[in-house]
């Protein structure tokens, strides 16, 4: 039986990028009627620094963000990841079945640590890779919707499961298939057409934050960097626009047009017309999600319950998987 897992970082408020690469398809999968289990990795998200009242602040209006977006804490499993021990010690044992050279092959390790001293990065970022197969194999889970960026790691995983089971000679894994779909893979910032929107971009300006208000959204696309062309009227002529290509692709995966229709209806148009289109949309998509969050972060107590509700289902599937795990590996199992 199919299973989805997946899970968002709270390392700092979500992104537009955030909600249509995954929020946005994570709602979609569990109507779907699909087995769903989503986590707010808060184990990853410490492989960077964070403040620990920012990162509790944050991993409440995470889970905002997933319910104001239409995850439904009785239908999927809603938890952050630290409430399940079970991530923490199969990521260990994963340390020893990955090699080093698969870790060295990682882009988003260099990426996340361009420019800066590597040797000063923690171990933890470096195996995040591996903590993130133990996330998604921990439930024996089959479908992994993740943007573009995540692609990698979910195929690292594939390598892990697929050597455990060689290994020891077993089929205990499943060998879990990367969902990528939809028109917003890969948002794009809006300063930069070639770097992915991101929580962590040290500009406010490169993002659209779900929190942020109106005027702050319609400025943010009225600054977003563009090239002086009207948009073409065929998708052809997006190819070597990064920019304006990323404004068409979160139209339409706004809209739930494909690109085709987008650019039947505005090719032709300027930016000056087409961007307070954007904004307009934006806005009526994203001004109910932030309500629904504001709402849902007046009672921060009622969030952390529905987390520890949802770890407490999450681990009930997770404990005997691990304990099968360390069996197969040859741990005395007797208290
Ligand atoms: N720009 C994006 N476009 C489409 N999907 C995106 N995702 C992230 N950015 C984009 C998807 O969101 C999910 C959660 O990602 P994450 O929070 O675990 O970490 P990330 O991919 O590293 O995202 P950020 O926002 O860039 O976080 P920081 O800045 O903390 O590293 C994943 O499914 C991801 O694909």
């Not at 779900?210 to 702050?216: E, G, I, M």
């Not at 009526?284 to 952390?304: G, N, Q, T, V, Y």
Request: a negative charge.
């Amino acid at each position: 039986t199919p299973r989805v897992f997946s899970g968002i970082q709270p390392s700092g408020g979500l992104t537009l990028g955030n909600y249509l690469g995954a929020l946005k398809r994570f709602a979609e999968k569990q109507d779907e009627g699909i087995e769903t289990i989503y986590c707010l990795v808060d184990l990853h998200a410490i492989t960077v620094w964070q403040d620990p009242e920012k990162l509790r602040h944050q991993t409440r209006e995470a889970a905002a963000a997933f319910i104001a977006s239409g995850v439904d804490p009785a239908r999927s499993i809603l938890f952050n990841q630290s409430q399940v021990s079970g991530h923490a010690e199969l990521a260990w044992l994963f340390n020893c079945v990955a090699r080093l050279g698969w870790m060295n092959r990682m882009t988003q390790f260099k990426d996340k640590t361009a420019g800066k001293n590597a040797e000063n990065s923690s171990l933890g970022l470096y195996a995040y890779p591996s903590l993130m197969a133990a996330d998604i194999l921990l439930y024996h889970a089959t479908q992994v919707p993740v943007g573009e960026d995540q692609k990698q790691h979910v195929e690292l995983t594939r390598d892990i499961a697929a050597k455990f089971n060689h290994d020891y000679k077993t089929d205990f894994f499943p060998i879990p298939e990367p969902a990528i779909e939809g028109s917003a893979t890969r948002v794009m910032s809006l300063r930069d057409g070639t770097r992915k929107m991101s929580k962590s971009d040290p500009s406010d300006m490169s993002r659209i934050n779900l929190t942020d208000d109106a005027d702050t959204i319609a400025q943010k696309f009225r600054k977003a960097r563009t090239d002086p062309e009207p948009l073409p009227s065929e998708a052809e002529g997006l190819k070597d626009r990064a920019e304006a290509r990323n404004l068409v692709n979160i139209y339409a995966a706004l809209s739930g047009e494909s690109v085709d229709q987008v650019l039947r209806s505005h090719g032709g148009q300027g930016f000056g017309a087409f961007k307070p289109a954007l904004a307009d949309l934006a806005v009526s998509k994203l001004a109910p999600i932030s309500a629904e969050m504001a709402r849902l972060m007046a009672d921060p107590a009622e969030i952390d319950r529905i987390l520890g509700q949802g770890a407490e289902r999450a681990d009930a599937i997770a404990a005997p998987i691990l304990a099968q795990t360390l069996d197969i590996m040859g741990m005395i199992r007797s208290r």
